[in-house]
């Protein structure tokens, strides 16, 4: 039996940033108690310093936040001497992924795939610098600029960036064969192609004891489980790899179900699913691979594209009905919450509240 909580109706957006677009990313750093996400189209990272502290008092939520747009404007290529790329400038910038910082002296400085490679910002300078451009890939450099970061993780040693790479906006995802899965090295700064042929590649996870890792493929609908050895932060013969949810399974009334953003719940062995265009957030047993509860969201905010744990409470962003520019022309504020975070309680039981919904990167 699927346990369903119905918050349809008596749910409201616990924060929304005006004229957001697609609100994605959203991670909890424990430590540095910074709620943290991203507005991808908009090439945003934006953060709630103090989470814990905030209750629904909307005065004390703007006090706390903020946000930063990077662009070629605030670029300063001698951080990491890497020069701004500029031979695609019919391309804009966008964030995919952000790997917060958890580290509690040098929180001001935070990681993230953009458009062009991986980058770092300082929020004490309002400055950042890519670190790897994908283009330094021979594999990748002929069509690099066509591709874009989507979802990403850190490997739990911190030593390896896992992101994938999708076609980017304007291009047709659906018929891409150019979507990979990378793993990358920032200190070698090498990049190692681990996945090809995924439209959308989306959330990564490993299970508790490092020897599954799960991968989302969101134009298939599907959540792939692989072997894993955590030694070498490397696949055990990925042809291998099993079917471990497809949504279409679980969704068969809707035409489209693409598990997107996600997080897990390694105390009860739980996966939390943020499905785009369902307007839910679903959990599956990892064990069993079944569905086991529906969280029933706003049905004007189909778009669920990520969540995270903050201890118990689950924290879920989604996308506005009109993303691109060109969607926008005149459906300007027609979306009142479109892009907007939820926050659910007690979604879960057991979970410390110290604990980052992604890895720390050893940089």
């Not at 662009?71 to 019919?90: A, I």
Request: hydrophobic share 35%; proline share 4%; aromatic share 12%.
């Amino acid at each position: 039996m699927v346990e369903i909580v119905d918050l349809s109706k008596d749910i409201d957006p616990f924060f929304h940033h005006e004229g957001a677009r697609l609100a994605e990313g959203i991670s909890f750093a424990g430590n540095t108690d910074i709620l943290y996400w991203i507005d991808i189209y908009k090439a945003q990272i934006h953060r709630i310093q103090n989470y814990t502290q905030i209750k629904d008092s909307d005065s004390k939520k703007q006090d706390n936040y903020d946000f930063v747009t990077i662009s070629e404007k605030n670029y300063n290529e001698t951080l990491f001497n890497v020069p701004y790329p500029k031979e695609h400038p019919e391309f804009k910038e966008s964030i995919g992924v952000i790997f917060p910082n958890d580290d509690p002296t040098t929180k001001h400085l935070i990681y993230f795939g953009s458009k062009f490679g991986i980058g770092q910002f300082n929020f004490n300078t309002g400055e950042w610098g890519y670190i790897v451009l994908y283009s330094s890939s021979p594999l990748l450099k002929p069509y690099a600029h066509r591709l874009r970061s989507n979802d990403g993780n850190v490997t739990r040693d911190g030593k390896y960036i896992i992101i994938g790479l999708m076609e980017d906006f304007g291009f047709d995802a659906g018929k891409s064969e150019i979507g990979c899965v990378l793993k990358i090295d920032l200190v070698k700064k090498t990049i190692e192609r681990l996945i090809n042929g995924v439209k959308i590649p989306n959330a990564f996870h490993w299970n508790k004891d490092e020897t599954k890792m799960y991968v989302t493929d969101s134009l298939n609908w599907t959540i792939w489980e692989y072997s894993y050895d955590s030694k070498e932060d490397k696949f055990i013969a990925p042809e291998t790899r099993r079917g471990l949810f497809n949504m279409k399974k679980f969704n068969s009334d809707i035409e489209s179900p693409e598990p997107d953003g996600s997080d897990i719940d390694l105390v009860n062995g739980l996966l939390f699913v943020s499905v785009w265009s369902t307007s839910q957030i679903q959990v599956f047993n990892l064990e069993t691979g079944e569905l086991v509860k529906r969280f029933l969201l706003p049905t004007t905010t189909p778009r669920i594209s990520c969540c995270c744990f903050a201890g118990n409470d689950l924290l879920v962003t989604c996308g506005n009905l009109y993303i691109s520019d060109e969607e926008m022309k005149g459906n300007e504020g027609k979306d009142l919450n479109g892009g907007c975070i939820y926050r659910i309680p007690n979604a879960t039981n057991n979970v410390p509240m110290t604990r980052s919904s992604k890895i720390t990167l050893k940089f």
